[in-house]
């Protein structure tokens, strides 16, 4: 089946990686899910309000390299979880940028919760579940844990760790504010630093216990 995402805006995709300075290769299956992620999001915006303004207006340069980044540097094996995950990221776009992992987007708000739902059912994302939920949840296996914006990157391994010992994995996501880190018994195992938005400055790490 011919993809519903023309060859132009794959390689446009493909190309805003390479000029951020990532390697991850976004497939065709997978820029054809993000295009109608995209496109559903900034339709539910209009009556529901589940995304700011810039992430509407330029979602492939203010999400999606966020989401190819956290792609390249995430081990296989463990399921993610993307807390407070919003309106979706960075959590549904690793979901079709790395089908091989399981993710669970815990996001505590009913509306953004119905569409994260929905937007999984229309581009089938076999490979994701939704929680409406604060963290923590209850965690029966080892899991790696992410969050882009619920709390400061200061806060964030403290929060993270609070899902208790099945949590091996911390991932911090990071802009111009990089402080220590502040949780022990972790090891930092990758980074990868890229460019945002506007030349912006952009750091990952993977750290496991």
Same mark, same amino acid.
């Given at each position: 089946?011919?993809?519903?995402?023309?060859a132009?805006?794959i /390689?446009?995709i493909?190309q &805003?990686?390479?000029?951020?300075?990532l390697?991850?290769?976004?497939s065709?299956?997978?820029?054809d899910?993000?295009n109608?992620?995209?496109?559903?999001?900034?339709?539910?915006?209009?009556?529901h309000?589940?995304?700011g303004?810039?992430a509407?207006g330029r979602?492939? /340069?203010?999400d999606?390299?966020?989401g190819l980044?956290?792609?390249?540097?995430?081990?296989?094996?463990?399921?993610?979880?993307?807390?407070?995950s919003?309106s979706?990221t960075?959590?549904?776009?690793?979901?079709?940028?790395?089908?091989?992992? /399981?993710?669970?987007?815990?996001?505590?708000?009913?509306?953004r919760t119905?569409f994260?739902?929905h937007?999984s059912? &229309?581009i089938?994302?076999?490979?994701?579940?939704?929680?409406?939920?604060r963290w923590?949840?209850?965690l029966?296996?080892?899991?790696?844990?992410?969050?882009?914006?619920?709390?400061g990157?200061?806060?964030?391994?403290?929060?993270?760790?609070?899902g208790?010992?099945?949590?091996?994995t911390?991932?911090r996501m990071m802009?111009?504010?990089r402080p220590v880190?502040?949780v022990?018994?972790?090891?930092?195992?990758e980074?990868l630093?890229?460019?945002?938005?506007?030349s912006?400055?952009r750091?990952? /790490?993977?750290?496991n216990?």
């Open positions: 089946r011919e993809s519903r995402t023309s132009m805006l /390689e446009q493909r &805003l990686g390479r000029d951020a300075g390697s991850h290769a976004c065709s299956q997978a820029c899910q993000i109608q992620y995209f496109g559903a999001r900034a339709a539910w915006n209009q009556t309000n589940i995304a303004p810039q509407v979602p492939y /340069e203010v999606l390299i966020d980044a956290l792609a390249q540097v995430l081990p296989a094996g463990s399921p993610l979880y993307d807390v407070g919003g979706g960075p959590g549904l776009l690793v979901a079709c940028l790395r089908p091989d992992l /399981e993710i669970c987007l815990v996001e505590p708000i009913a509306k119905a994260l739902r937007v059912r &229309l089938g994302l076999r490979n994701l579940k939704v929680t409406r939920a923590p949840v209850a029966s296996t080892d899991c790696q844990v992410v969050s882009r914006a619920v709390v990157p200061a806060k964030w391994p403290a929060l993270a760790v609070s208790g010992p099945h949590v091996r911390v991932v802009a111009a504010n880190m502040t022990e018994g972790f090891v930092r195992t980074a630093a890229y460019e945002g938005p506007e912006s400055q750091l990952i /790490e993977v750290w216990r």
